[in-house]
């Protein structure tokens, strides 16, 4: 187990991130598209515009955002299997695209987006720790893009969305409270969470699980002011990223 004065890798402080960076425009035909990464965790994050919608939204005024989400064979110490070459998708990468669609769907105004679908693929190219949280944040950065695309194309009259959207994991290892886990630091924790929130703060989702010894709640409030701290320091870094003329309208 690590101990509470066990060094972070990059010498970090417990209420300090990883070096952040996202670069938008790295696929050529995708309508958005970013490549974040969180410190050695990279994620190509892209977003499609398709003209059809599920089948139990037709007719219905209202446009859908779903996500999906795949780790590379050799975005690990060792090589993982595709999960195509096994015929279906662990429960694992299930549970995180539901994260994903969910996540990026709250803050989404639904009927203004209109009868088509934005399809944000998440792609981890190599993983340290914080994959999903990672996804959240550079998804929510290609939607923007793809929504800002439409409006510049006259398909949208402004772009929908209520709010802005990041998600940052923390945790407690050996006693301390930790903010943006590396895979060190998440495999010895005994405590887990992944948050996801809006730009003015509120909560979309909460996922914690105490592996070992339970925790309470001045551990929870300790936990969430981190993530709240390092959901702050993701929407000023999405910002700089999209295009000057990009708003919105809550």
């Known amino acids: 187990m690590l101990k509470a004065k066990t060094t972070r890798s990059g010498e970090r402080k417990h209420n300090q991130s990883r070096p952040v960076k996202m670069e938008t425009g790295v696929n050529l035909w995708a309508e958005g598209s970013v490549l974040i990464e969180t410190g050695s965790t990279r994620v190509i994050c892209t977003a499609s515009v398709e003209d059809k919608l599920p089948p139990f939204l037709r007719n219905s005024g209202r446009g859908w955002v779903t996500g999906e989400y795949s780790m590379l064979p050799r975005s690990t110490d060792v090589r993982t299997p595709r999960e195509a070459a096994r015929g279906k998708q662990g429960g694992r990468t299930m549970e995180i695209q539901r ?119 001045k551990e929870l409030e300790e936990l969430l002011s981190l993530a709240a701290k390092g959901i702050k320091e ?17």
């Not at 993701?234 to 809550?250: G, M």
């Open 99 to 217: 994260l994903i669609g969910r996540s990026l769907r709250s803050v989404v105004k639904m009927e203004d987006l209109g009868e088509r679908t934005i399809v944000i693929d998440c792609d981890v190219i190599q993983a340290d720790g914080g994959t999903r949280t990672a996804s959240v944040t550079g998804g929510f950065v290609a939607l923007c893009l793809a929504l800002h695309r439409l409006r510049e194309e006259g398909k949208l009259d402004e772009i929908p969305l209520k709010d802005y959207l990041a998600a940052v994991s923390v945790g407690i290892v050996g006693g301390k409270a930790m903010l943006d886990l590396d895979f060190r630091e998440d495999s010895n924790a005994d405590t887990d969470m992944n948050v996801v929130m809006t730009g003015s703060g509120k909560y979309v989702e909460v996922q914690g699980t105490a592996e070992e010894n339970p925790f309470g709640k």
């Open 234 to 250: 993701l929407v000023r870094e999405q910002k700089k990223v999209l295009p000057e003329t990009f708003s919105i309208k809550a």
